[in-house]
């Protein structure tokens, strides 16, 4: 009943309700269905397709391997030259450092506003702000983002799981004994009346899981994504590494079936070598059990299918623990039944389902570095040290020609001369930089997006140089995370939402983007109803686009402020959505608010709510719709039961400021009313001092300055289109 008042639905929406909860069957997601002879047949012979994919991918895994020793600045056998030296140039290592920094910067704005919701009912702001929770409690900028993002360089390809984490804690806390005194509930200030309370706090959130390439199978490789993979009939599969701890948990848990739990204990624990056929360390490619340096653990493949369950399909979540041996089988343990598995590729090709990696395209410019700069200083080692040439038959005290301070060598000066070696080492600095501009080039890596590349040339960039440089760079960036947005993060918020819906149990109070402090900014989240009212996408990228498109909207928005009712009669101008998203771009979530505020907003607090916490010595503010005479007297009532912090007498002089406010306002809007306003639309009339005429573009005086940032209108250009050189 709770949910229903919090979120009313209508009467449609109501039966739509009752129906689906009559047909669902959710009891049945926690069945165990390994013991079904045809499900366990059917998941054997998915075993062997699953297997065969993994090897028809070595190939690949191998290369992405080859890849990650690049960025690992590890020289490899692809190396060409052999000598002394063993440095390794960090080209591509820097790039996709760069390319990470800015994608990231670009993905999380300064503006701290990630999602944009789109709601039918009031809840917009408060689902908002409960995913704005959500990322900032699984640390999506510090820990996955950029861990995603160098993924995708080196391998090609983003791969996350989504799922959902319950932590709980045994906290202790000295909690002051409650009395009542005269219906008011006092703290008793003695130590000796402290009461110590022990409780469980549990709390549960999305958690965004990164994945390696070459742990992920998806099976058919031409498919264009995991839901068009599975509703083909495939699979999609992600290796698990589980030691002896992790699968008592899992069996505890009931996720996996108990005897063939133990039965992977038992090949965990077994002293005899079960991974024979077992390949190097970086190949990832079947499971069983492997044995590394002693340590031992269990490969396990996830893998999610679409399976027959009396005679109807749906999709299940298989865990296989070797050729013989199916850990589990049940249905998907999600409500929203999609597969946890989010995939996309860096750059989509048609018919094939996984990108090309951004390093293989530099591996051999890089090689190439590798092997000049060594080649350099193995011969700037001989260049050095002089080379003394001398003839032994005139010189037979050879012996005693020592380099040291102040040596006497006996010889014929002319009988002994000096030579030096080539310096190499320059023309091999000369291929390392040609090497380093074209990797750049082909990562996209602007001069301005490296610390001091700009400066490091013959010749420094002139201003207009670099401007167009930058621009370049913010047309890049913006296709590049648009394919982040639109395939990993946004589905992503959809996944973490459906995984509140299901597994949150109570309300949620998170602090939402307001005043510091203050009772109003904090929400209750009711539970969520999915599938109706709520549309949501990352908007972190929307939101760092350009600052010009904010300079021509304001523009915009005066010529229309500028337009009569008759010139749109079938239409209704309403700027308050423009003025919401500029308020909030410029000045942030957090400001925003306090500048542009709604009126729901605004509403009086409760006083006996307020002494409450006026008691506990909170500082709190006045509201404009507060019944000042109201609060007066139901403050002076409590202040006369003591106040020795002084919080209760301090809130009571901001009411009566506030009285005193109110009237002059009061007084000053019925003398505007009786001059009349000015500023007509249309423009016909003289302008409010402060305020661009209406119906004008706005922009400063003639030999007047702008805003610090402003573009001039003359140069105002597509956002979409690359700068001209």
């Not at 190097?280 to 031992?296: L, T």
């Not at 030579?419 to 080039?441: R, S, T």
């Not at 505020?597 to 709510?609: A, I, Q, R, T, V």
Request: proline fraction near 5%; include cysteine; aromatic fraction near 6%.
């Amino acid at each position: 009943m709770a949910e229903k008042e919090d979120n009313p639905l209508t009467d449609a929406d109501e039966e739509d309700d009752k129906s689906t909860e009559s047909s669902s069957d959710e009891g049945d997601r926690d069945e165990e269905l390994v013991h079904d002879k045809s499900i366990l047949d059917a998941a054997l012979k998915l075993y062997q397709t699953v297997q065969n994919g993994f090897e028809d991918q070595s190939h690949r895994s191998d290369d992405i391997m080859d890849w990650w020793e690049i960025y690992q600045c590890k020289l490899g056998p692809r190396q060409f030259y052999a000598g002394n030296s063993r440095i390794f140039v960090p080209i591509v290592k820097n790039a996709i450092s760069a390319r990470k920094t800015r994608f990231v910067n670009q993905i999380f704005p300064q503006s701290g506003r990630h999602v944009e919701v789109l709601s039918s009912d009031d809840q917009r702001d408060a689902i908002a702000s409960l995913l704005e929770y959500y990322i900032r409690k699984d640390k999506l900028r510090t820990r996955a983002m950029p861990a995603l993002m160098k993924n995708g360089d080196v391998e090609g390809h983003y791969n996350i799981y989504v799922s959902w984490v319950e932590n709980s804690r045994h906290v202790v806390s000295r909690k002051p004994v409650q009395v009542e005194i005269g219906g008011v509930s006092l703290d008793e200030s003695e130590e000796d009346e402290e009461e110590i309370v022990e409780e469980e706090i549990s709390h549960g959130f999305p958690h965004t899981e990164i994945l390696a390439d070459a742990d992920v199978c998806v099976l058919p490789a031409t498919s264009d994504s995991v839901e068009d993979a599975i509703a083909q009939g495939g699979s999609a599969t992600i290796l698990r590494r589980w030691s002896e701890a992790k699968i008592k948990q899992m069996i505890a848990d009931e996720e996996l079936e108990k005897q063939a739990g133990k039965k992977l204990l038992a090949q965990l624990r077994s002293t005899s070598k079960a991974g024979q056929y077992d390949k190097p360390d970086k190949m990832v490619d079947a499971a069983g059990i492997k044995n590394k340096a002693g340590r031992r653990f269990a490969q396990v493949y996830e893998t999610w299918s679409v399976l027959k369950i009396k005679k109807r399909k749906r999709l299940c979540r298989i865990y296989f623990g070797g050729d013989d041996l199916v850990c589990s089988v049940k249905r998907n343990p999600y409500w929203s039944d999609k597969c946890p598995l989010i995939s996309a590729p860096v750059d989509k090709e048609q018919g094939v389902f996984k990108g090309r990696s951004k390093v293989a395209d530099v591996a051999d410019l890089q090689y190439a570095a590798n092997d000049a700069i060594n080649e350099g200083m193995d011969s700037a080692a001989y260049a050095l040290l002089p080379i003394i040439m001398t003839d032994p038959a005139k010189n037979p005290r050879t012996g005693s020609m020592v380099l040291n301070v102040a040596a006497i060598w006996e010889t014929n000066p002319n009988d002994t001369k000096f030579a030096a070696m080539p310096q190499l080492w320059k023309d091999a600095f000369e291929i390392v930089v040609a090497a380093e501009v074209q990797v750049n080039k082909t990562l996209s890596v602007t001069p301005a997006a490296i610390p001091q590349q700009s400066a490091s040339g013959k010749r420094r960039m002139n201003q207009a140089e670099i401007a167009n440089e930058q621009q370049v760079d913010v047309l890049t960036t913006a296709d590049s995370v648009t394919t982040i947005e639109g395939e990993i993060l946004t589905p992503m918020l959809k996944r973490w939402l459906e995984l509140d819906h299901q597994y949150r149990d109570k309300k949620l109070t998170i602090r939402q983007f307001g005043e510091l402090g203050i009772q109003a900014e904090m929400a209750d989240i009711p539970l969520i109803q999915m599938h109706r009212r709520f549309e949501f996408r990352w908007f972190g990228v929307e939101a760092a686009r350009s600052a010009q498109q904010m300079q021509i909207q304001l523009s915009v928005a005066n010529v229309l402020r500028g337009m009569g009712p008759q010139s749109h009669p079938d239409h209704q101008l309403d700027l308050q959505p423009m003025l919401e998203q500029l308020v909030t771009n410029v000045f942030g979530p957090r400001i925003g608010p306090l500048i542009f505020k709604p009126l729901k907003d605004k509403f009086s607090m409760d006083p006996n709510l307020e002494n409450d916490y006026l008691l506990q010595q909170l500082d709190l503010p006045v509201h404009m719709l507060d019944n000042d005479p109201e609060h007066l007297q139901a403050h002076q009532k409590i202040m006369q039961m003591g106040d020795p912090s002084g919080s209760i007498r301090a809130h009571v002089m901001k009411h009566v400021q506030q009285m005193a406010m109110k009237t002059q306002a009061q007084a000053a809007q019925q003398m505007q009313q009786a001059q009349g306003s000015q500023g007509v639309p249309g423009g016909a009339g003289p302008g409010v001092a402060g305020r661009p005429r209406p119906g004008a573009i706005n922009t400063a005086p003639r030999g007047g300055q702008g805003p610090p940032g402003a573009i001039h209108r003359d140069r105002l250009m597509d956002a979409s289109a690359a700068p001209r050189r």
